[in-house]
């Protein structure tokens, strides 16, 4: 993490240096462009397999987002770095970044992040469950649930 971070930082401020040794400017901000949509992606396939994420069923939700902001990644899924999710199950919204993959969103949280009866603690993440709805925990991966009431026989 610290390396991507450091690599970040000095393709960052060798762009001047690209301009000043090239006139096709343009080519080399789209080059560090490319470079840093790589990096994104690469840092997106890890926490899709290291990460602790929410998982939810695409079937009977809504969602909203920037059309301008989002990327497909081969064999992953269409990123969103911001989206709003609403349902039967309350809302979620987060500024982390969700992948839709599968008919299912995977939404991103990190080692920080604190869940608590059913409520998250992250500043990153707003989390609104309608009454009936649960996370279960399953590893790393929190899922909504919709808990069944149980009748008693009279």
Known sequence: ??????????????????????????????????????????????????????????????????????????????YFPNVEISGNFGKIFTRKGTVLNNNEFIIFCDENTKFENDSIQDENIDLNLNDGYYLIKQENIYYIRYKKSVRKNI
Do not use: A
């Open 1 to 78: 993490m610290i390396l991507k971070r450091t690599l970040y930082i000095f393709l960052f401020l060798n762009v001047h240096t690209l301009y000043s040794q090239d006139m096709n400017f343009q080519k080399n901000i789209d080059d560090v462009s490319e470079l840093f949509k790589e990096l994104e992606i690469n840092e997106i396939r890890d926490k899709i397999n290291y990460s602790q994420q929410i998982r939810l069923e695409l079937s009977g939700n809504n969602f909203g987002f920037n059309p301008n902001e989002i990327f497909s990644i081969e064999e992953v899924g269409i």
